[in-house]
């Protein structure tokens, strides 16, 4: 494995400046260079550090409307090098609350408030940034489904880390020997849509993502729900052998299997709040037996506290209820505080901010690949976007073929310039809006541990989703140009045809993400998709009812990409087309464009298009970077 003193050692022989990037804006997130070489984290220096978590009557309190609700209750504990602790306690008796807090996560704001102390090796962790010592694994998975466990791993570390490359397939490779992820590491990640690797396998990447950067202090949010009590163990076992690389280790776990929880090295037990267990493991049963509450001799310990500790109604527990726990806090309030663990060895934590190792350009081109990788796998993308417009592209051409070019067939022409121009519109922006929320936990992760600038991210996967996205459509328009036929077979307005949904698809994009980028689920997501699109193809100048709608609602037009792409096709298959009514063969009276009031050149048309495209995607971009700020406070 390539220790950090490895990536020093390859860093300090270029010499690189570090520039502290913690003050600085979110777009500026960039280090600055010396010659051609590489940031380094100086981390190699603390390679033998080891720390104690400590945190001394912690107590969160949250003001609902002038209701107060305090959600932890002055609890102290503490966290020593080389063991594992778990945090336990029935549903929400606060344990992921004390984890975020520990880790920095939650912090004070205007109706939410922490009071208590936290300091690492004896320093506050308000004196130091803590990200750099630390890490920590959601209990969700936050992965891009498309990519395999070396290829995230391999993101992670050139992102997160200084050092040549060969350096990073080095630690990757160690990381996944580490993890016992080698036979999988090559297959593809997947979702609960899209099978992959197994439950275990994806909780074990997420490990790997974090020790990527070889963190001295993991905490972990329930890395074993929803695992087997086989997969679990394993899991388990192998934040075991973290702890005793002299890793500071803390995990809540759920509902642990006896061969599980006689693994422990520290219990801490909660319950409404307050702290009523902190020791050993082991020895915890015949603490509780003590005070009447005997785990029976057949009955995993675990499952034990967990109804000991239960509450039903959280709100108005019952006496037996509350008595209990009043006899366990105050039974707890007379312990003697554990005091086996030597800490005046450990040495005071340095002040070290977290660093960018790599510039604007560096993260861009690496987070270019991967939203391309990604993209690329994508069956939305891919096959499933084709899938759309092969069927909706026959189902037309079965319909309407060799319509004549005379005035009469117009409105069916228009209507079905109209059906090309929605359907694009409507299966861009869908796919994009349902992309965003899956990938966004990534960003927002990823931007909290500030590995890279919003900016980056947004021009890199706005890039990359586009070529995914042409060919489809080229196909598309290729299906239905001629077969209709538009434009009598005129090549040349068939590029300007194909050009204007481009320039239709880029903008649904960018309205799909600001859709996207609102919203949490891709349900949600999905559902709100047409609210947002259907008032925009109503006035998209092809229904000539809106003029009876109230005035106030035109401004609808101005701000609809459907509105500018099908007046620029219907001009561009209009003009020239020399149509005549049945009625007037030689007149050239009958023009379709005059009867839908369109006015408006090709070009004024495209241009409306490119402003309304790049405000969308402006739109979206500060979307996502408020998001990004919020996460990051
Ligand atoms: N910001 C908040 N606003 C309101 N209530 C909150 C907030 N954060 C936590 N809570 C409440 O605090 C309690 C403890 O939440 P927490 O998630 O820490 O529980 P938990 O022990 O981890 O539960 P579980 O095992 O079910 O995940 C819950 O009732 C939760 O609803």
């Known amino acids: 494995m390539i220790t950090p003193k490895e990536f020093s050692k390859h860093s300090n022989k270029e010499g690189i400046e570090i520039v502290d990037l913690k003050e600085q804006e979110d777009s500026s997130l960039i280090v600055e260079y010396q010659g051609n070489g590489l940031a380094t984290t100086d981390k190699g220096q603390d390679d033998r550090i080891k720390v104690q978590l400590c945190w001394d009557a912690i107590s969160y309190v949250i003001d609902n409307k002038g209701e107060e609700t305090q959600i932890l209750k002055g609890i102290s504990g503490k966290a020593n090098p080389g063991e594992l602790l778990v945090l336990m306690g029935s549903s929400g008796a606060g344990k992921t609350t004390l984890l975020n807090i520990l880790a920095g996560r939650v912090k004070s704001t205007g109706n939410a408030k922490i009071i208590g102390q936290i300091t690492a090796n004896g320093t506050s962790i308000k004196d130091i940034d803590f990200g750099y010592y630390s890490a920590y694994v959601t ?14 791993l391999m993101f992670s570390s050139r992102l997160r880390m200084p050092g040549h490359y060969n350096a990073h397939v080095d630690r990757v490779n160690s990381i996944l020997q580490e993890l016992r992820l080698v036979k999988c590491a090559d297959n593809v990640i997947g979702s609960i849509t899209k099978k992959g690797l197994s439950g275990g396998e994806r909780k074990r990447v997420c490990i790997g993502m974090e020790l990527i950067t070889d963190p001295i202090v993991l905490l972990l949010d329930e890395p074993t729900s929803g695992l087997d009590s086989f997969t679990a163990e394993v899991v388990i076992d192998l934040l075991i052998e973290q702890a005793r690389k002299g890793r500071t280790v803390m995990s809540t776990i759920h509902q642990p299997s006896s061969s599980i929880f006689d693994k422990f090295d520290r219990l801490i037990l909660l319950a409404e709040g307050h702290l009523v ?3 050993s ?11 009447g509450f005997k785990c029976p001799r057949l009955m995993n310990p675990a499952d034990y506290y967990m109804r000991l500790l239960h509450v039903v109604d959280r709100k108005h527990p019952t006496e037996e209820e509350h008595d209990k726990i009043e006899i366990l806090v105050s039974a707890y309030n007379q312990v003697e505080p554990e005091d086996d663990f030597d800490s005046s060895k450990l040495e005071p934590l340095k002040h070290k901010h977290l660093i960018v190792p790599t510039n604007f350009v560096e993260q861009f081109l690496l987070l270019f690949r991967r939203a391309w990788i990604n993209a690329r796998r994508d069956p939305l993308a891919g096959r499933l976007l084709f899938t759309e417009y092969i069927m909706v592209a026959v189902l037309v051409d079965l319909i309407c073929n060799n319509l004549a070019k005379n005035y009469d067939s117009a409105s069916t022409r228009t209507q079905l310039l109209f059906l090309s121009m929605a359907t694009v519109a409507f299966f861009s922006c869908q796919n994009a809006a349902m992309q965003f929320p899956s990938e966004t936990p990534l960003f927002l992760k990823e931007s909290k541990q500030r590995i890279y600038s919003t900016a ?24 239905i140009y001629w077969v209709i036929p538009f434009n009598d077979y005129d090549a040349s307005k068939f590029f300007i045809f194909y050009f204007v949904l481009v320039l239709l698809q880029i903008s649904a994009i960018g309205l799909g993400y600001i859709l996207g980028c609102m919203v949490k689920t891709e349900t949600v997501a999905l559902a709100i998709v047409p609210i947002f699109m259907q008032p925009m193809m109503l006035y998209s100048g092809l229904f000539p009812s809106v003029n009876h709608y109230p005035e106030g609602f035109f401004w ?12 620029a096709l219907c001009a561009n298959e209009y003009n020239d087309l020399g149509m005549h009514c049945q009625h007037c063969t030689d007149c050239y009276k009958c023009d379709p464009l005059r009867d ?20 969308y995607r402006v739109i979206a971009y500060l979307l996502l970077w408020k998001r990004a700020v919020n996460a990051r406070r």
Do not use: H
């Open 456 to 479: 980056s991210y947004y021009l890199s996967k706005s890039l990359a989703d586009l070529p995914m996205q042409f060919l489809p459509l080229l196909v598309y328009c290729l299906m």
């Open 139 to 152: 209990q969700e998975d936050i992965l891009l489904p498309n990519l395999t466990p070396r290829e995230s």
């Open 556 to 567: 609808i037009q101005y701000i609809s990409c459907m509105r500018w792409a099908v007046e």
């Open 281 to 291: 493991a082991k020895d915890s049963p015949q603490y509780f037996a003590k005070f």
């Open 596 to 615: 839908l009031d369109f006015t408006n050149s090709i070009g004024v048309c495209v241009l409306y298009l490119c402003i309304l495209l790049v405000g």
């Open 277 to 279: 267990y902190q020791g």
